[in-house]
């Protein structure tokens, strides 16, 4: 089953979102498998981001995503990766309609209220970075 990694960022957290942004992927159908509520180490927001490392807002992304707690998680179900980057909208909130996470809560490209994996190969990386295989839980099959 494929899995995604979701993060929210420190504005989302400081915006007390944590609620509602879980329940739309709750609501979706998905599963959650891992959570936690974190400071990120400058080293590890470093990592997370490199592909971005020669962009002028490196260390303004960096320095925010550092400056509060973050909730970073676990989503896992049927083409996650895509229908979560569906559900987040737009990476500028001015461009993500109405209905998707930034498109409701978001202002600016920089407090953009959510960050997700765009592709499964991102998915691996950023949930190997951030979460250890004995943090993520399993279900089992109800009916
Ligand atoms: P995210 O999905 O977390 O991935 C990279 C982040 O870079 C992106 O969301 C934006 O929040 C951020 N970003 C993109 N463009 C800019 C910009 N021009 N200034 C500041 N941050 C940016």
Redesign the pocket.
Known sequence: MERTFLMV?PDGVQRNLIGEIVSRFEKKGFQLVGAKLMHIPTELAEQH?GE?KE?P?FG??VDFITSGPVFAMVWEGENVIATARQMMGS?NPKDAAPGTIRGDFGLT??K?VI??SDSPASAAREIGLFFKEAELVEYKKLV
């Open positions: 960022k981001y971005h962009r807002f303004e992304l990476t490209v920089g953009n960050h997700g």
